[in-house]
């Protein structure tokens, strides 16, 4: 069981029904997965952090079995602003005005967002092995289109990215996975047969591209119309040593830019997928930044 003491719901988002697994006690705590995953990424985490934490661990929209709302021509429907809604409403639903926020790769994104549009709510945020997503566009090279060249394959008109990932999704999701992940490192076999059986579904597999188009379209416009909107609440920045982001980038340096509240980070001994490959440290950094 990856969940032990955690119950499943299903609650309305702003336009998609969320599906979560919640746990714990304490204060809110809202953890957001990334690409191609679901909730279950914090599955090493999830039970440690609920011993002090209510934590909520939700699927995006379009990702695990939450809703995969029809797309719009302009992207929208999978926008990181609709999907940071969705949560906000999901919380507020919860019972939780205030919460603590930590995102891995996508729901890293989500999770910026959300710190912007509702600065209200957030109390603190921790974003995992990401930079803001119009740095990385606008800071392209060879080295990072070769390792993330899916941000330039899954933005191609559909259905070519969906038809080609959905004639063999099992290799393409292994491929990716493995790509990403610190060398000797294996999922757990329970998590990856949940992100297999989420992934193969069709329908994933068009709103996870819907979701790469949304952030090289309408998710750069909303980022250049807040241009000088800053992130106000303290910020943890962590990502993985032997990771890209890492490699290619001055992480912190990145984000000094996009805010405006206290700021700390550092790097995990970790490939892409902190949660999983180091789960230990991963837990210490997020407990010890988020303990009230």
Known sequence: MLFPGFEQKRVAGEGAEI??????????????????????????????????????CPDLRGYGDSDKPATMPDHSSYSFRA????????????????????????????????????PDRVKKLSTLDII????????????VATGYYHWFFLIQPAPMPERMIGADPEFYFRKKTGQWSGAGHSFDPEAMQEYLRCFSDPATIHASCEDYRAAATIDLEHD???????????????????GLMGKAYDVM????????????????????????????????????????
């Open 19 to 56: 599906n979560l697994r919640i746990g714990g006690k304490g204060p809110a705590l809202l953890l957001l997965h990334g690409y191609p995953q679901t909730h279950a990424m914090w599955h090493k985490l999830a039970p440690r952090l609920a011993e002090e934490f209510t934590v909520v």
């Open 83 to 118: 999907m940071a809604a969705d949560q906000a409403r999901v919380m507020a639903t919860l019972g939780f005005d205030q919460f603590f926020l930590a995102g891995h790769d996508r729901g890293g994104r989500v999770s910026h967002r959300l710190a912007l549009d509702f």
């Open 132 to 143: 803001p997503t119009r740095t990385l566009y606008e800071n392209v090279n060879q080295v």
């Open 224 to 242: 250049r119309a807040d241009e000088d909107k800053r992130v106000v609440c303290p910020t943890l920045i962590l990502w993985g040593s032997k």
């Open 253 to 292: 340096d990145c984000w000094r830019s996009k805010v405006s509240g206290p700021l700390s980070g550092h790097a995990v001994n970790s490939g892409h997928f902190l949660p999983e490959e180091a789960p230990e440290e991963t837990y210490l950094a997020l407990r010890n930044f988020f303990k009230p």
